[in-house]
């Protein structure tokens, strides 16, 4: 099991950027994938992005492609979601997972460990 914790967000105006990132406690940090995830108000979670144990893949949701960056440090036990040209519809409380598989998928069941999620809020 892992143990995760995020932080990172905040409010922004559009536009804008932050960086989210998950803290990770647990020796098997290196060999899980991770993914984060988002969840806006009276909305179901959607997938944003996943990286896999080594970093050597990534997976984007459609809607992130090009403004979103997911990365990892293993030395560190963190994983990063760089959020860059923000927009109100990506407000949300956003999620890091860990997948002891180790390879990259969208699909929230199949990530065991969940953080408690971060607030990101983007202003018009």
């Known amino acids: 099991q892992v143990q995760l914790v995020e932080s990172g967000g905040g409010l922004v105006q559009a536009g804008g950027s932050l960086r989210l990132s998950c803290a990770a406690s647990g020796r098997t940090f290196s060999s899980v994938a991770m993914g984060w995830f988002r969840q806006a108000p009276g909305k179901e979670r959607e997938f944003v992005a996943t990286i896999s144990w080594s970093g050597s893949a990534t997976y984007y949701a459609d809607s992130v492609k090009g403004r979103f960056t997911i990365t990892r440090d293993n030395a560190k036990n963190t994983v990063y979601l760089q959020m860059n040209s923000l927009k109100p519809e990506d407000t949300a409380v956003y999620y890091c997972?860990?997948?002891?598989?180790?390879?990259?998928?969208?699909?929230?069941?199949?990530?065991?460990?969940w953080g408690q999620g971060t607030l990101v809020t983007v202003s018009s």
């Open positions: 997972a860990a997948r002891h598989d180790g390879s990259i998928s969208r699909f929230s069941s199949y990530y065991s460990d």
